[in-house]
């Protein structure tokens, strides 16, 4: 798993270099990943990151629900997802209604 993980992070975080405008819709999940590597220099890298795609920012509209960051069953790409009671939106959900 740490391997997927240290691959998938390894990607997006390419991404997010090479592309400023898809720098905000891959912080999420890059954080996430960050956290469950254990990795404090991405950590702090993603956290600092204020970087906004447009006029309004994609955190407008992404409700996550508190401890996303190491609760690694919450899907922060997903555009709609539901964990026991409580609905969440992330990324996708947000570039939608953004676009």
Do not use: C
């Amino acid at each position: 798993m740490q391997n997927d993980a240290r691959e998938a992070i390894r990607y997006f975080d390419a991404l997010y270099d090479r592309n400023e405008k898809m720098r905000e819709q891959v912080k999420y999940p890059l954080l996430q990943l960050a956290y469950f590597i254990g990795d404090e220099k991405r950590i702090k890298k993603y956290e600092n990151d204020k970087t906004r795609s447009g006029y309004f920012p994609i955190s407008a509209f992404i409700y996550l629900p508190a401890g996303w960051k190491t609760d690694y069953s919450v899907d922060v790409i997903s555009s709609w997802s539901r964990k026991g009671q409580d609905t969440y939106r992330g990324v996708g959900y947000a570039v939608f209604h953004l676009n």
